[in-house]
């Protein structure tokens, strides 16, 4: 019967807990085995209180390792769903057509997405450190002004309008802006802008609307 209660432990454990954690609880459990012949010499009275706490102790251990292990495995899961997430997140940046662009309090770019390249001209790294202001164009400044102002007055809102960006090569493009206040955040600590080249879309409809123009004022002409 004495031999029942570390076996029973073992068992317990075998269910609950890894073969490691059972290993080394079978071990504990043997070590004591060798002292089982002097509770024989105790009363019962003694006897059965004491096999009692060692069985109590026994399980608070297996409940123990259980919870612990239970625990690790949690974490394991969550690390792996969040690099997972961030290694799917990395991926859309990478390969989206749209620049994304986060620049600090003063209007320094702490990152550009790889879109860069060709929205701009530039390599994003070459791009770090300098301010977005020197790419605005001049007639645009005051639309940036208002919509930094406006991210700073309600940083949850999303703010969006139409800014001209200066490409290495190419003159100034014409861009769709999407910008959130993320200052707050301390894995941005930024203001994050989504760019969409818009210029191959507008100079269509300029031209069109220019063309509508002069045929409004040949008519007004004719009719006088």
Known sequence: MLLAFPLVSVLMSAFLLSARATALLAAVNLSVIPALPRFMNLDLPLIV?????????????????????????????????????????????????????VTGPEGTITFASPAARTMLGHEPDWLMGRNIRTFVHPDDEATGRQIYGDLLAAPDAVRQGEIRLLHATDGYRLCQLAAQNLLDDPAIQGFVGNLRDITDIRQPERG?????????ARRDVSAR
């Open 208 to 216: 069109l609307t220019a063309i509508g123009r002069l045929n409004t």
């Open 49 to 101: 209180p004491s096999f009692l706490l060692f069985l109590i102790l026994s399980v608070l251990i297996v409940l123990t390792a259980r919870i612990i292990q239970i625990d690790r495995a949690r974490i394991a899961h969550q690390a792996e769903a969040m690099a997972v997430s961030e290694a799917r997140f990395r991926a859309l940046i990478d390969n989206s057509t749209d620049l994304v662009l």
